[in-house]
């Protein structure tokens, strides 16, 4: 009687249209039948083992042919624990009935999630009562939720179900009703709900082989590249299961031949799955989803053996295959996750670290045999090649020497050698340099590789040469002559970023290609562009050098590092001028040049200030217009309208670029804050672009000095309100236009910047009103009247950072400017903005200030700050 009270007690409760009743009694009755639940299971077991002991009692009592009083007793306990279940079971039944079915669909989503997990739990618990679809089809109503977590409830509840091969039979008919739910599920906008629906699907498909067709799988397949990695490993774990099959033990252990390997078929088929869907740029997705659950893909010797053996493969499955493997060799001893793969952030322990030691190790012992011969095969693939040259900077050097294996070692410098000589793009240079940097980190290896790489340098610089004194020499290079000349510099550039080269003594040969002393010939952009590269890694080595101590006469190595940095500048503010070819790469270079001959390089060593670059206004100038053309310039010219998504990209990366250097160089005190104001007056119109690198810009340059900060953003408004008044016919500004509204707008954006703090910033803010008023009130030198009064509406945007006994200071400072009392502008319009910013300057609500003006303006936002700050001018300031 006491249970049948409490039940009915949280029944009752369950009903309740108070939340907190209704929540505490729906947890505590899916609790107690819980508790019931587990009540029923030891009735269970305890009516088997009743029914043993009869089944022993009545053997005993056939062989004494006599009464037996334990037999008795036996059944009577038997009648009494069927009793206790039914009556146990028609409580189960009545909590379910009278709480469950109404509160699973309750309007909190808090209660949904509790009836569901306790649901799962009994299924799980006691399969024999409620695995039933009268059951189960409540989880399947829920798979349609709103809410995420009661979705993930549902998935988390049937996971362990179907990992019971028990209970197969009792899943079928609600794994065909509900697939087309669960299947759609794994694209859900939630994470977590995805994740757990590709486990289920993988779960499924385990246990009902034929119940998914392909266009169930394909949106699967296709997850294993999204950007989620906990997904695409959910994903990859069900493409192990449905395309990857492997023995019972999962291991691939070492074969001779690619014939002897359990995992060559499934690398072909890995292969043809990555051709068929398409997504060729993504092999690091593809690996990063598999790694750490198929063990083919760290087979890198059988993939090497197909490559060599399998002349059936084709092209395309080659260089896919290539792909893969280089994908899969860096991120085993790496351990970096693509670029772009979000992956929750942990720290390597002493496993993962032993682990990453291990995969690099076998890597190495792997891939020395083969990789001159794969070299070798491919040399005429640029792709191809330039993939395989990223292995070898992932070797540990030191097996070549443990193992005996210094023919593997020469075979590779040969192979490298010949690379050289055949290839000319970039990126199957640039790892060709790196790895022969490599090896000068390790003594033993240097010893065998150095002689090989002067010899290669000393050639490369003899070709340079005779091709620069060609282009000196004749009037004009044909075709063939030209990519020569390019060829050799691209490989120069190359090497000088990882290797110093001043015994070679070129910096005549760059220099003179860059800027002939005639100055009759031009060379093309591309040669321009790698010999700015390498006049400018030619500095930084001799500047590095002489940092270090490594030059034996110091100060005629100083002054020869002057004359020639002078020279570059020189070249390189020429082809500013000229707005030549390869301007863009001559503006990236020259702002690294001034940074790395910056103020600081004299602050930390006193012998290498006459190396301090000082920057004069004609080129700060310069630079400047040059960044605001090309960054800020017209973007909807014809040309630019005829580029493809992809060459808009490359554009606005190399707009960014320019604009990242041009901030540089004012963050780290090389052009003053003041120039900050050229591009800072585009923040708000090219907000999209740009607004993370000119925020972050203000945030520095307001960090560095406050108050120069503050004359800037004045100075940008100012620059702006001066262009609106160039674009107007009558030299006016319109307050109620929509460039107005625009200028207001930056002007709020610079506003929010000074923080809440109105102490902290006190003296910026003050900054910003008495250089704003100064210029607003400037007089006409004709009539003496000022004419950017227009100016002060501006400045609105800023009084609410104004303190409270700071205005009154502001607004004498604003009368005593002005010139003309209050009284005697009467109805004049030219005065109405100096009224509204005398307006904001008292203490009156914002709508009081906005109104003076409602009347005339069109629906234009007032730009009412409410937070309050900073200080005021000095009434002795003129």
Known sequence: KMMDSVIQLLTGLADSQVRAFRHTATFAALKLSSALVDVVLELVRQKEQNARQVETEKAKTQKQRGGNERLEVLITNKQEIEEKAVDVRQMLQYIFKSVFVHRYRDVLPDIRSICIHELGNWMYIYPQHFLEDSFLKYIGWSLYDKIPDVRVKCLSALLPLFEREEVYNKLELFTNKFKERLVSMVNDKETDVAIKACQLIT???????????????????????????????????????????????????????????????????????????????????????????????????????????????????????????????????????????????????????????????????????????????????????????????????????????????????????????????????????????????????????????????????????????????????????????????????????????????????????????????????????????????????????????????????????????????????????????????????????????????????????????????????????????????????????????????????????????FCKLIIYGVFSIQVSANVLQYYTKFYTDFGDILKYCLSKCREMDKIQCSRAVVTALSNHFDGLKTASEDRNVDPVSDEFNALRELAKRFALTFGADPIKNREAVATVHREGIVFALEANQEDGRPTNVSFLEVLIEFSNKLMRQDKLAVMRYLDKHAKVPTAAMGDDPMWQPYLLYRSSLQDKAADDVASVRSFTTRGRGRGRGRGRATPTPSESDD
């Open 203 to 661: 779960n499924i498909y385990r246990c009902f082989p034929d119940l998914l067709t392909i266009k169930d799988c394909v949106p699967i397949y296709e997850l294993v590249y999204c950007n989620n990695r906990g997904l695409a490993v959910a994903a990859g774990d069900f493409l192990n299961t449905k395309v990857f099959q492997t023995d019972a033990g999962g291991r691939v252990q070492k074969r001779k031949s690619k014939k002897d390997s359990i995992n060559a078929p499934l690398i072909v088929d890995l292969i043809q799955f990555f051709i068929e869907s398409e997504c060729h740029d993504h092999a690091a997705y593809l690996v990063d989803a598999l790694i750490d659950s198929n063990p083919m893909i760290k087979d890198w010797q059988c993939m090497a053996e197909l490559l060599l053996e399998h002349e059936e493969l084709g092209d395309q499955s080659e260089s896919r295959l290539i792909e893969v493997m280089v994908c899969a060799a860096k991120q085993a001893a790496t351990g970096e996750p693509p670029v772009g793969r979000i992956a929750p952030k942990k720290q390597l322990n002493a496993k993962d670290q032993r682990q990453m030691l291990d995969d690099r190790n076998r890597l190495t012992e792997q891939f020395i045999p083969v990789l001159p011969a794969l070299l070798q095969k491919y040399i005429a693939d640029r792709d191809k090649i330039a993939n395989l040259l990223q292995i070898p900077l992932l070797f540990e050097l030191e097996l070549y020497l443990a193992g005996r294996l210094d023919k593997h070692l020469d075979e590779l410098v040969k192979m490298l050698m010949t690379i050289i000589e055949k290839h000319t793009d970039d990126e199957v240079l640039e790892p060709v340099a790196a790895i022969f940097e490599l090896f000068t980190r390790n003594v033993g290896v240097n010893q065998h590789t150095e002689t090989a790489r002067l010899t290669l340098l000393a050639g490369l610089a003899l070709q340079l040469k005779q091709h620069a004194q060609r282009f000196h020499d004749e009037d004009h290079l044909d075709e063939e002559d030209e990519a020569a000349l390019l060829a050799s510099f691209r490989k120069m550039a190359a090497f000088a970023s990882s290797h110093d080269l001043h015994h070679l003594d070129l910096w005549e040969v760059f220099l003179g290609v860059l800027a002939p002393a005639d100055g009759s010939k031009v060379a093309s952009r591309d040669v321009r562009e790698k010999a700015l590269l390498c006049c400018f890694l030619a500095l930084t080595w001799q500047l590095d050098r002489i940092v270090n101590d490594q030059e034996p006469d110091r100060q005629s190595a100083v002054d020869m590092l002057r004359k020639r940095r002078d020279s570059f500048i020189g070249a390189v503010t020429g082809i500013l001028a000229e707005m030549a070819s390869g301007c863009e790469t001559a503006l990236l270079t020259l702002c690294d040049t001034l940074l790395l001959f910056s103020w600081k390089l004299g602050e930390k060593d006193e012998d290498l200030e006459a190396l301090v670059c000082h920057v004069d206004d004609d080129l700060e100038n310069r630079i400047t217009q040059f960044v605001v053309d090309n960054v800020f310039g017209d973007s909807d010219n014809d040309l630019e309208k005829t580029f493809d998504q992809q060459q808009q990209i490359e554009l606005m990366h190399k707009r960014r670029n320019l604009l990242a250097q």
